[in-house]
């Protein structure tokens, strides 16, 4: 390249550069100018590169020049670039800016979910008759899960079929609470007064009345002297208090692998008290299952059999939920209808 086509180039570029430059409306396009005027194929670039193969004195004054342009230059790029970033927190500023003087959106309060509900208050009937609320983590292992409570190995509860694993070996979501009165068990010596509130989970195909997740309750007494009648008074108070006055208990026997007896419990409905409706169907409303704990169950947690007994219960809250509040679909409760949860504003 001739020096002085170099010179000419140079100082072209000086002033399309500037304009250019001074003309990028914003960053994205102030980063493509800067490309083109400043990058590896630009004319300026371009005279660089050949000044090596001038003669001295001309090399040394055009790397001079050459310099001075690109520092020039990449000089206005900044600059433009502070403009821009300037003007762009202006604008954020003005459209952030608040009206002090318009009046307030007021907050809308929520309400409590129906489960919510029903839990809240089932735990306040066994608080008040002094048992304490224990609580357990939703993944558990095997032995809490299932061996801990009587239910060995080849059950058919602990098929995959029934049972959500999760990716680490022997754990999965607890399909009852009650592995949390093992653990309150294994923590604490006798006499044990504790409710377990919580989630659950089974491999189910949702329907009506089936679904993956749900709540229960569940109860354990452990002392001395405990009897199957003390079961039955218990859970007598407990229906009274949730259902009304003159509910009455039917206990029909049942078998679980935990307790020895085990029984189904119904309560008269609350309703037709007894004669059949719409809601019951032959006036008895199926509520829950229970049983004298298994002495195996109390010897795996280190507790002489001999010497304590104690009754366990497990309550459906979305069973409860169903009967008390007329719903028909378990999917409602957890499918976070606003239309379906607004029902339940006010009720205490
Ligand atoms: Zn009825």
Same mark, same amino acid.
């Given at each position: 390249?001739?020096?002085s ?6 100082e072209?570029?000086?002033?399309? $550069? ?8 914003s ?11 400043l $990058?590896?194929k ?9 000044i ?6 001309e090399r =040394?004054e ?6 001075? !342009?690109?520092?020039?230059l &990449?000089a ?7 403009e ?8 954020l500023?003005?459209?952030?800016? !608040? ?5 307030? &959106?007021?907050?809308?309060p929520?309400s409590f979910h129906?489960?919510t509900? #029903?839990?809240?208050?089932? #735990?306040?009937?066994?608080? &008040?008759?002094? @048992?304490r609320?224990?609580e357990?983590? %939703? ?5 809490h899960?299932?061996?801990?409570l009587?239910?060995?190995?080849d059950?058919?509860?602990r098929?995959?079929?029934d049972s959500? /694993?999760v990716? #680490? ?7 009852e609470?009650?592995?949390?009165q093992i &653990? ?8 044990v @007064?504790?409710?377990?509130p ?6 189910d ?5 089936h ?5 229960q309750?569940? $109860? *354990? ?5 405990i009897?199957?009648?003390? +079961? ?6 407990f229906a009274r208090?949730?259902f009304?006055?003159?509910t009455?208990v039917?206990m029909?026997?049942d @078998?679980?692998?935990?307790?020895e007896?085990?029984?189904? !419990? ?10 059949g409706? =719409?809601?019951?169907?032959?006036g008895w409303i199926e *509520?829950?299952g229970? $049983?004298m #704990? ?6 795996n947690c280190? /507790?002489?059999?001999?010497? /304590? ?8 809250i %979305? =069973? !409860?939920?169903?009967?008390?509040y007329?719903v028909?679909? +378990?999917? *409602?409760?957890? %499918? ?6 607004e ?6």
């Amino acid at each position: 390249m001739d020096p002085s086509d170099a010179r000419r180039i140079l100082e072209e570029e000086r002033a399309r $550069g500037r304009a250019l430059i001074g003309r990028a409306g914003s960053i994205e396009e102030l980063d493509r100018t800067k490309t083109g005027v400043l $990058g590896r194929k630009a004319p300026v670039s371009e005279v660089q590169r050949t000044i090596g193969s001038l003669p001295e004195d001309e090399r =040394r004054e055009l790397g001079r020049l050459t310099n001075e !342009v690109l520092a020039e230059l &990449r000089a206005e790029v900044e600059n433009r670039r502070a403009e821009l970033e300037g003007g762009a927190d202006a604008e954020l500023l003005s459209a952030d800016a !608040v009206d002090v003087t318009l009046s307030g &959106r007021r907050p809308r309060p929520g309400s409590f979910h129906p489960l919510t509900l #029903v839990e809240d208050r089932m #735990v306040d009937v066994f608080t &008040r008759m002094g @048992y304490r609320v224990a609580e357990g983590p %939703e993944i558990e292992d095997e032995w809490h899960n299932f061996e801990a409570l009587n239910i060995p190995p080849d059950h058919p509860a602990r098929t995959m079929k029934d049972s959500l /694993y999760v990716d #680490v070996p022997g754990m999965l979501l607890r399909t009852e609470t009650s592995a949390v009165q093992i &653990r309150t068990m294994q923590s604490q010596a006798p006499p044990v @007064y504790v409710v377990a509130p919580g989630r659950t989970y089974r491999r189910d195909t949702p329907d009506a009345t089936h679904g993956t997740v749900f709540h229960q309750v569940e $109860g *354990l007494a452990v002392d001395e002297g405990i009897s199957f009648a003390d +079961l039955r008074g218990t859970l007598e108070a407990f229906a009274r208090e949730l259902f009304g006055t003159n509910t009455r208990v039917r206990m029909t026997p049942d @078998y679980f692998p935990f307790v020895e007896p085990g029984c189904q !419990v119904a309560v008269s409905c609350f309703v037709c008290d007894g004669a059949g409706c =719409r809601v019951c169907g032959n006036g008895w409303i199926e *509520l829950l299952g229970a $049983g004298m #704990v298994h002495p195996k169950v109390l010897e795996n947690c280190g /507790y002489d059999s001999e010497r /304590y007994t104690g009754f366990a219960f497990g309550i459906g809250i %979305e =069973r !409860v939920a169903m009967v008390r509040y007329g719903v028909n679909d +378990l999917r *409602l409760f957890v %499918e976070g209808d606003v239309r379906f949860l607004e029902q339940f504003e006010g009720v205490a």
